[in-house]
């Protein structure tokens, strides 16, 4: 297929004519006295204006093989929820100190490559080991096509290695979840019946147990029907943080409705999986070889330090274009 063809079935792939309407919408909005009344709103908006008009300008500039190739690797996020923020959860599989030092590595891995990326972070909440690492972790990634792009992260990493922590220096297989879900600003299908929900708060808390706040200002959201626990401590206030763990849980509602019709939809692919072996989506071998392998699409990298590092772009690449093949 020529550059033309190719360019032409982008055109409709990107969606070139609704991104254009979309940057007029915007750019009205922009014009209103009051656009700036709500801050993070109106600095979500010119992110979202920058990034659509990055792409139009690319496609209409486009000219060679390799910029119509990424050009149609931007083609891959074309779903529904792909354009959306990330929350991404992490939670130590069994193992203790080990399980949770691996999903502490998991979480920086993925800060890391959000900050490569130019995205804004922030920890939602953790829920420190008693010695090193966490149980659990909440973070919030902000940025265009976040959750496209990290959708394929969900699922049970495995890490093979020396123990920092045995002295007898034996290695040691941990394993760790990973969820990835969109943030939905507006849930309208879903509706939260306040029977159906116990809400507790809590004093935020880092390593060991020490406060981070003096009130009780953390929320933990516990959903009685479904048995899905949110918690979010980072917001200043407690009705805050019980408006983004509403959220959170709405979005995680949502995304459980559209798992159920699964073989009609394949927009949020990565169900949940048990924390055990054999279930891993992809393996961290650090002794006795280096090696990192996705086993949905077997691409290897041989240098774990780098993709620990947050390096991960080639993992999701491979794992946009396993979609595409439908395998």
Do not use: C
Not at 137 to 156: C, D, M, Q, R, S
Request: charged fraction near 30%; hydrophobic fraction near 35%; proline fraction near 2%.
């Amino acid at each position: 297929m020529g550059i033309i063809e190719r360019k032409d079935k982008l055109h409709k792939i990107l969606k070139i004519e609704e991104k254009k309407a979309d940057v007029a919408l915007i750019q009205k909005q922009m014009s209103e006295a009051n656009f700036w009344d709500d801050r993070e709103k109106a600095t979500e908006s010119s992110q979202k204006l920058s990034a659509l008009n990055d792409i139009i300008s690319r496609f209409e500039v486009a000219s060679t093989d390799e910029e119509i190739s990424a050009l149609e690797k931007e083609g891959l996020l074309s779903g529904e929820y792909d354009s959306k923020n990330a929350i991404v959860a992490f939670h130590a599989g069994a193992g203790g100190t080990e399980a949770q030092d691996w999903a502490q590595m998991l979480e920086r891995m993925y800060l890391r490559h959000a900050e490569k990326r130019g995205w804004k972070t922030s920890i939602l909440h953790e829920s420190f080991g008693e010695e090193v690492g966490i149980k659990s972790a909440t973070i919030e990634i902000k940025g265009h096509n976040a959750f496209g792009y990290l959708k394929g992260e969900a699922g049970v990493h495995r890490l093979v290695r020396i123990s920092p922590y045995d002295a007898d220096k034996a290695r040691h297989t941990s394993f760790a979840l990973v969820e990835v879900i969109p943030e939905m600003d507006e849930v309208e299908d879903i509706d939260i019946d306040e029977k159906e929900i116990r809400i507790d708060v809590f004093k935020a808390s880092g390593h060991g147990g020490q406060g981070v706040n003096t009130t009780d200002s953390a929320v933990r959201i516990t959903h009685l029907p479904t048995g899905i626990v949110v918690s979010v401590q980072n917001e200043r206030s407690q009705l805050q943080n019980r408006e983004m763990a509403l959220k959170i849980l709405k979005s995680r509602l949502k995304q459980r409705q559209l798992e159920s019709r699964r073989n009609e939809t394949n927009e949020l692919r990565g169900e949940f999986q048990p924390v055990e072996w054999g279930s891993q989506i992809r393996s961290y071998v650090l002794q006795p070889y280096q090696q990192v392998k996705d086993h949905r699409t077997e691409y290897t990298s041989v240098n774990p330090t780098t993709v620990l590092g947050g390096d991960i772009n080639k993992f999701i690449d491979a794992y946009l274009e396993w979609i595409v093949r439908g395998e």
